[in-house]
């Protein structure tokens, strides 16, 4: 009963790194913009809607760049930042 086998995860292991990810710049970003941290919640998400639409976009385009596990770095962090810039134009 105690033991989970690996294929029983409700999620793949890219899904959790990505919400890893994007949770940590949320934080990062908050804290280096001298923010309350109340607005983490918000940021995690748009900027892991960034990170995940940045990913399926660069699957469907078959590109080719580095990876860490199974996501694409430079398409990701380029979503992520985009979303961030969005944020920042709507003064979130």
């Given at each position: 009963?105690?033991?989970?086998?690996?294929?029983?995860?409700?999620?793949?292991?890219?899904?959790?790194?990505?919400?890893l990810?994007?949770?940590?710049?949320?934080?990062?970003?908050?804290?280096?913009?001298?923010?309350?941290?109340?607005?983490?919640?918000?940021?995690?998400l748009?900027l892991?809607?960034?990170?995940?639409?940045?990913?399926?976009?660069?699957?469907?385009?078959?590109?080719?760049t580095?990876?860490?596990?199974?996501?694409?770095?430079?398409?990701?962090?380029?979503?992520?930042?985009?979303?961030?810039?969005?944020?920042?134009?709507?003064?979130l």
């Amino acid at each position: 009963m105690g033991h989970v086998a690996a294929a029983d995860h409700l999620m793949p292991a890219w899904l959790y790194l990505a919400v890893l990810v994007s949770l940590l710049v949320a934080v990062v970003y908050q804290i280096l913009r001298a923010s309350s941290l109340r607005r983490v919640p918000l940021y995690w998400l748009v900027l892991l809607a960034g990170l995940l639409a940045a990913e399926g976009a660069a699957e469907a385009a078959h590109l080719r760049t580095p990876h860490l596990g199974e996501l694409q770095l430079i398409p990701d962090l380029a979503g992520v930042a985009l979303a961030a810039g969005l944020l920042r134009l709507a003064r979130l």
